[in-house]
């Protein structure tokens, strides 16, 4: 769980220290996450990027995008599933997460069900990620920075006391 928390923190750092505009930082983002609702086999990350400067947005606010909701994969194809039996009957009815395994997603993924459903949750996803990091952006980067650094000093103080209880005996003793 710490992994996890310290990739976050991570992400959310590299995107808020963006210096650039808040629409080219808003279309890299969105434009990378819309890469998640479709299956690209572990080259998301790169696709996004890709893609998101291809758009004209930020490459670094692409590849957090498109790394952000990689491991709930189950879940969008799930949300895919959904939104396409709206318009389209699906072959193998998924109706739960359970329902989700490799055979069902081997059998489905290309189908039209799915990529009617991953089209549209894209477009509504992507969207509206894009209108939300248009309209906040601006105002809440200067109070997340500054979050983010007291959260890098006391990090770095509670290293540091760490760092000095474990030295015993003198300079190159560790227990």
Do not use: C
Request: glycine share 10%; aromatic share 12%; charged share 15%.
């Amino acid at each position: 769980m710490h992994r996890l928390e310290r990739w976050f923190i991570y992400n959310v750092v590299r995107l808020f220290r963006i210096r650039s505009a808040t629409e080219h930082i808003a279309r890299g983002f969105s434009v990378g996450l819309v890469i998640n609702f479709f299956p690209t086999f572990g080259l998301g990350m790169v696709i996004s990027g890709f893609l998101a400067k291809a758009a004209g947005g930020s490459l670094v606010a692409g590849v957090i995008g498109g790394t952000i909701l990689g491991f709930v994969w189950p879940v969008l194809f799930l949300l895919n599933m959904w939104t396409g039996s709206i318009f389209l009957a699906p072959p193998i009815v998924v109706s739960e997460l359970d329902d989700v395994t490799p055979k069902t997603m081997d059998a489905l993924m290309w189908g039209a069900t799915f990529m009617t459903g991953a089209i549209l949750n894209s477009v509504l996803v992507g969207g509206s990620v894009y209108l939300i990091i248009i309209l906040i952006y601006q105002r809440i980067r200067p109070p997340v920075l500054a979050w983010l650094r007291r959260q890098a000093r006391h990090h770095q103080l509670r290293f540091r006391r760490w760092r000095r209880r474990r030295v015993v005996g003198g300079p190159g003793f560790l227990l």
